[in-house]
C-alpha cells in the first residue's frame, strides 16, 4: 500500500513546491505523511461538503486545488467553514493536501496547460515565464560510472532543454586525490596520491529541482564526498511561469470565438470587453485571477485573454487592444480536477483515485425565462 508521502513527492515532482507564490499556503494541510493511502478525492475546493463525500467513498485523502487554510488559524472551533473543514477531517483522520499556485506554475502539466488543451491550442507557450530559474550542475564522476550518475540525474529532472531531454555535456580529464585517515574511499588508499580517469558531466537543472537532482547522484555516485559545481545561469526556464498563450489553428471572427470558448470551457456565460474589429487567433489564458498578466497577454499579440475575476475598471484596461474573457474562477480551474485525477490514477494502483461529484462554485448566475444566452 502506498503512503501519503509517495502521493506527496509524486505530486511535487510534478508542480514542485519552491514554485508556490510567497502568499500561498499549499502542501500537506492536514494529516501524517506516514499514512497508508486508501483512497484518494480530487475536489478544486476543500469543505465540508468534500470531507462528506471522501468518507462516503472510503477516501482518506482529498487532494485539492485551493488551499483550505489559506491565512493563519488562531482556534479552530467550528465557528467558521473552514474551521468545521478542518474539525471534519481530523475527526474522520481525512488528510488534506493543497496543490494550488505551484500547479498554477508548471505549463505542460498545470493549469493553463489544461486549459489551452482545452481550447487546442497550438504552439503554447509560458505567458509570463519565472526568472533565473535554471541551474547549471557540473559533476565529477569515474569515467565507467558515468552512465549511471546521468541516468539518475535525467530521471530527476535535469538535462531538459525545451523540447528535448537527456541533454548533457561530458569531456574527460583527470581527478587527483589524497585519503586522509579516517576516510573510506572507493578507489584508491588511505595515505596514497590517486589519479583516476574522470568524466565532467554537465547538465542544466531547474533550480527547484537541484536539491532533487544531487541526491539522486549522489545515491549512485560512487565516491565517498562527490565533487560538483552549482551555480545560477541568467536565463529563464520556459516551462514554469504564470499563464500560457497559443494559437488557433485557424483565426475566428468574435462571435465564432465567444461561441467556440463556451462550447469548449462549458460555459453558460462570459463577460468580455467590445470586439476589436480583428479576427481572433492568438489566445493567452491564465486559471482564476489573471488581471495582473494583461500587459504581457498584450506583449505576446494575444487577440484574446481568457481569465476570471476581472473588476469593473479593469476591463477599460483592454484599450481595444484585445478582448478580455472573464469565465469565472471556478469555470477556469474547474477542469484541473481532471488533471489531477489523471496524473494519480496512471502513477498509482494500490488504491482508488475518484474526481468529485460536487459543484463547489460558491458563485450562482441568475438567468430569466426568455434571456438571451
Given amino acids: 500500500m502506498a503512503k501519503l508521502r509517495q502521493l506527496i513527492a509524486y505530486l511535487e515532482r510534478m508542480a514542485p513546491p519552491a514554485l508556490q ?18 483512497g484518494v478525492l480530487v475536489s478544486l475546493d476543500c469543505t465540508e461538503e468534500i470531507i462528506a463525500e471522501a468518507v462516503a467513498v472510503g477516501a482518506n485523502v482529498v487532494v485539492a486545488h485551493h488551499p483550505i487554510v489559506f491565512s493563519g488559524l488562531k482556534r479552530i472551533t467550528g465557528k467558521t467553514y473552514v474551521e468545521r473543514t478542518i474539525i471534519a477531517a481530523i475527526k474522520h483522520d481525512i488528510a488534506i493536501y493543497a496543490i494550488h499556485t505551484n500547479l498554477d506554475s508548471v505549463l505542460a502539466r498545470g493549469v493553463n496547460g489544461r486549459i489551452a488543451d482545452r481550447l487546442a491550442l497550438e504552439n503554447v507557450k509560458v505567458l509570463s515565464p519565472s526568472k533565473n530559474t535554471l541551474n547549471k550542475l557540473a559533476i565529477y564522476v569515474p569515467r565507467e560510472n558515468t552512465e549511471e550518475v546521468a541516468q539518475a ?3 530527476a529532472g535535469a538535462g531538459r532543454i525545451g523540447d528535448y531531454d537527456r541533454a548533457s555535456f561530458r569531456s574527460n580529464g583527470i581527478g587527483t586525490f589524497h585519503p586522509l585517515e579516517g576516510a573510506n574511499p572507493s578507489i584508491g588508499e588511505v595515505g596514497s596520491d590517486e589519479h583516476v580517469n574522470e568524466t565532467k558531466l554537465e547538465v542544466v537543472v531547474p533550480r527547484v529541482l537541484a536539491k532533487a537532482v544531487l541526491t539522486a547522484a549522489k545515491r549512485v555516485h560512487p565516491y565517498e564526498e562527490m565533487a560538483y559545481d552549482l551555480y545560477a545561469l541568467e536565463s529563464n526556464y520556459s516551462d ?3 499563464g500560457a498563450y497559443g494559437d488557433l489553428a485557424e483565426p475566428m471572427e468574435h462571435d465564432e470565438w465567444m461561441a467556440f470558448l463556451c462550447e469548449s470551457m462549458e460555459l453558460e456565460s462570459v463577460k468580455h470587453t467590445a470586439p476589436t474589429g480583428q479576427l481572433i487567433r492568438r489566445i493567452a489564458v491564465c486559471g482564476g485571477v489573471g488581471s495582473f498578466l494583461l500587459p504581457a497577454a498584450k506583449g505576446v499579440g494575444a487577440d484574446a485573454f481568457v481569465t476570471a475575476d476581472y473588476k469593473y475598471h479593469e476591463f477599460f484596461d483592454a484599450e481595444g487592444k484585445l478582448v478580455i474573457c472573464d469565465i469565472g474562477h471556478y469555470e477556469s480551474e474547474r477542469f484541473t480536477i481532471d488533471l489531477l485525477f489523471e496524473a494519480i490514477s496512471t502513477r498509482f494502483d494500490t488504491f482508488a483515485a475518484r474526481m468529485t461529484s ?11 425565462a426568455g434571456a438571451p444566452h
Fill in 358 to 368: 460536487r459543484n463547489t462554485n460558491p458563485v450562482r448566475l441568475y438567468l430569466p
Fill in 240 to 242: 514554469y511561469g504564470m
Fill in 153 to 155: 540525474m535525467f530521471e
Fill in 21 to 38: 507564490a510567497s502568499y500561498d499556503n499549499s502542501g500537506l494541510l492536514v494529516g501524517h505523511p506516514d499514512t497508508d493511502v486508501e
